[in-house]
């Protein structure tokens, strides 16, 4: 069994999958930890069936323990020596890291470095890391980061026009993030479409929540929309995407609020949330749409041409070589009207989707371009856990 870990300072997702080592591995317990450092809440759900209890959870280790006691008294597993594995998902990894790793001490060292890059995420993920290795002491931990799929990006591509020494002395750079979705789908598209992944050139559009588009050459990350933080790009639930990076100075003055606060503002009531008033939500958005609400209107107007624009943009760094346009996430993999919002701005590429598809159910992937569509142009499922339990159980070989 493996078990794939989401940490944060005060919360630990998780979901167990089994491995006969010859199918696909399956997840049949998944469950959340919260309050941390709180009270405690657990939650699990057991092949479906939810259950909920009140264990104290001062710390993550209490939380581990928790969660490894419920699986047992569960008979999820004999004990802690039937999960093989860990697998972590981390926001941060640097420079340094460009692949999944064994979380030994010279790696839980990079994840501490990079606190200073991601200080809302990686403190969490190290907690865990430190939790799960006391609890679970014969279990290979393994660490997958969001960053690490774009260590591929060229200098040009990722350097910011600032001064040379602020990239030197402050690893002040482009990073961009859910790199293990882009790995995923990535893989997962060189399948569907049968070309071998280190030939492949597509644009991937994860529109979740957060949201971010990845220029993907020959099977590499070659450019992504978000940046140094999650905040760059397009726009999203409640962040901004790109905007003028004088804003901040601007609205200090205006406001007296200073850099922490509008920062706040920036990341967590702006975006969707910000424009509409009504939510951060696409489903909200789209239903108020409908009922003719102006705002609504001009949000997703202004979320589309933003994300329209990137597609142009990445396909330009292509050269017009483009295997593949993929919609995916929340967003990307289930609103019809949002993406349709988007590809109807994309005029130049020629592009035509088939509006069957469009609005038709499908398990893991679907082509919605139309034979007429220069470009094809799939919705695929990601999925970022399955990715990080197969990365781990390739230790365990
Ligand atoms: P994250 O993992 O970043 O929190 P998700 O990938 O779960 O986000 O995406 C959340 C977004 O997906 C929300 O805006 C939500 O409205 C949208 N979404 C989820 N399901 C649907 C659906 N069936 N139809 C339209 N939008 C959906």
């Given at each position: 069994m493996i078990l794939v870990?989401?940490?944060g300072s005060s919360s630990i997702k998780f979901k167990l999958y089994k491995s006969t080592g010859q199918a696909e591995p399956t997840p049949f317990v998944e469950g959340l930890a919260e309050r941390i450092t709180v009270d405690g809440a657990l939650t699990l759900k057991i092949e479906g069936i939810k259950k909920e209890y009140n264990d104290k959870m001062p710390n993550h280790e209490a939380a581990v323990q928790a969660i490894?006691?419920?699986?047992q008294e569960n008979n999820v597993i004999k004990d802690v020596n039937d999960i093989k594995g860990v697998g972590f998902r981390i926001v941060h990894g640097g420079v340094k890291v460009v692949k999944?790793?064994?979380?030994d001490a010279t790696m839980k060292k990079v994840v501490e470095d990079n606190i200073k890059l991601a200080p809302l995420h990686n403190p969490g993920a190290l907690t865990a890391i430190n939790a799960f290795e006391k609890n679970m002491p014969n279990a290979k931990l393994v660490g997958c980061f969001d960053t690490s799929f774009h260590q591929t990006m060229p200098p040009k591509n990722y350097l910011y026009p600032i001064p040379y020494e602020w990239f030197e002395e402050y690893s002040a750079r482009k990073y961009g993030f859910h790199g293990i979705s882009f790995d995923y789908i990535t893989q997962k598209t060189a399948k569907i479409i049968n070309k071998p992944v280190d030939k492949i050139n597509l644009i991937i559009c994860h529109l979740g929540n957060g949201a971010s588009l990845c220029c993907v050459k020959a099977g590499k990350s070659f450019d992504t929309s978000m940046g140094l933080t999650p905040l760059a790009g397009i726009m999203m639930g409640t962040r901004t995407g790109d905007i003028d990076p004088s804003l901040h100075q601007y609205i200090a003055k205006q406001t007296g609020l200073d850099l922490e606060q509008i920062t706040d503002i920036l990341n967590k009531k702006s975006g969707l949330l910000g424009i509409s008033g009504i939510s951060s939500d696409m489903r909200d958005i789209t239903a108020a749409v409908e009922q003719n609400n102006q705002k609504a209107a001009l949000?997703?107007?202004?979320w589309s041409q933003r994300i329209a624009d990137f597609i142009v943009k990445y396909a330009n760094l292509l050269e017009g070589k483009v295997d593949a346009i993929i919609l995916t996430a929340g967003v990307g993999e289930n609103s019809r009207v949002a993406n349709e919002s988007i590809l109807d701005k994309v005029k130049i590429l020629n592009i035509k989707y088939d509006d069957k598809a469009m609005a038709s159910g499908y398990d893991d992937y679907i082509k919605v371009s139309s034979s007429q569509s220069q470009y094809?142009?799939?919705?695929?499922?990601t999925d970022e856990e399955l990715m990080i339990c197969n990365e781990t159980l390739k230790f365990l070989k």
């Open positions: 870990v989401n940490a490894l006691n419920r699986f999944p790793v064994v979380l949000t997703l107007d202004m094809e142009i799939y919705k695929i499922r």
